[in-house]
């Protein structure tokens, strides 16, 4: 074990995820925010989300409003060398084993009084492999509490099935929870100082609220699997050959033998006209479960 004991990877494996409070220094959390306020610089530049920044609704060049940072780890070798760090890639080999491959980062910025919600979902709804040993490490570069939109999961729900993520026949990305019989009120929220690292289980059924507190809550997530677990058609899985899929190796071997296991899929297909990033799939849900900053203002 690198980072973890016995315990917490027992817990990981029964409830589908894990909260580390302090897995980070001060000092990372501090550079962290530093290159945020980088990367964030060209959005009163742009009047449409393109292919780093991803924009609120709300976003106007006068009054810049950023919902996503995308790919962190290639727009910063900061980003890019905390991915590699033992602090993360530690984590990772702790549960799903030496060999690891990337699937995606991106850093969600849920600025105070108006950063966007995510609706419920399951990763693997969005990109199914041919095994489950699929997560996302998430990391709180602010205080996260129950009022600035902290990341909720369903405990245990990682052993079910892979809920309905359609809505008209269209992928959605979220799930209807009354009609998947779920009720908030079971769910559990992560919170913790910034520095607490989270993973959960690409099954784990999570999302979080619009952030309507007076204080911003920035969290970056790294989503990788084991080496030998390969994609089947996906929301956004695309590569031109296996040398473009091993390019995505973080540590250990790759293979040629995808490990098959009997895990529950469902294809992510199709897909709506607008699916630049999951707020823009979300969009298509018909009963969302966090009310958006649009539904707030149209109601009072
Ligand atoms: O930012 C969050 O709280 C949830 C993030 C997430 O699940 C996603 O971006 O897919």
């Known amino acids: 074990m690198e980072c973890l004991n016995r315990d917490q990877v027992s817990f990981f494996h029964d409830n589908g995820y894990l909260a580390l409070p302090g897995h980070l220094s001060n000092d990372i959390v501090a550079q962290a925010r530093q290159e945020i306020d980088r990367l964030s610089g060209h959005a009163d530049d742009i009047d449409e989300s393109d292919d780093l920044i991803d924009l609120e609704e709300s976003h106007t060049r006068a009054a810049p409003r950023i919902r996503r940072l995308k790919r962190p780890d290639l727009q910063s070798e900061f980003f890019r060398s905390l991915m590699l760090s033992d602090h993360i890639l530690g984590l990772a080999r702790d549960l799903i084993g030496p060999?690891?491959?990337m699937h995606t980062a991106k850093l969600n910025m849920k600025k105070a009084?108006?950063?966007a919600p995510v609706q419920w979902h399951q990763d693997f709804a969005f990109y199914p492999h041919t095994n489950d040993d699929v997560i996302a490490i998430g990391i709180?570069?602010?205080d996260m509490d129950l009022e600035n939109g902290p990341l909720q999961v369903f405990p245990?729900?990682?052993?079910?099935p892979i809920l309905d993520h359609h809505s008209g026949g269209v992928f959605a990305g979220s799930v209807d929870l009354a009609a998947e019989n779920y009720d908030l009120?079971?769910?559990v929220s992560l919170t913790g100082p910034a520095g607490t690292v989270t993973v959960h289980h690409a099954r784990t059924l999570h999302g979080s609220a619009l952030n309507t507190s007076n204080r911003d809550r920035q969290m970056l997530f790294y989503e990788m699997m084991a080496a030998d677990a390969f994609p089947i058609m996906g929301a956004m899985t695309r590569f031109d050959s296996i040398a473009d899929y091993d390019s995505l190796m973080l540590c250990g071997k790759t293979t040629l033998q995808p490990r098959l296991e009997n895990v529950?899929?469902?294809i992510?297909?199709?897909q709506p006209a607008r699916a630049g990033s999951i707020y823009e799939i979300q969009a298509g849900q018909s009963a969302p479960a966090y009310a958006t900053l649009e539904k707030m203002k149209a109601e009072t």
């Not at 245990?156 to 079910?160: Q, R």
Request: charged share 30%.
């Open 268 to 270: 992510p297909q199709p």
């Open 264 to 266: 529950p899929i469902r």
């Open 113 to 115: 009084q108006y950063g």
């Open 140 to 142: 709180v570069f602010d």
């Open 99 to 101: 060999d690891i491959r």
């Open 185 to 187: 009120d079971d769910a």
């Open 156 to 160: 245990g729900s990682h052993k079910g």
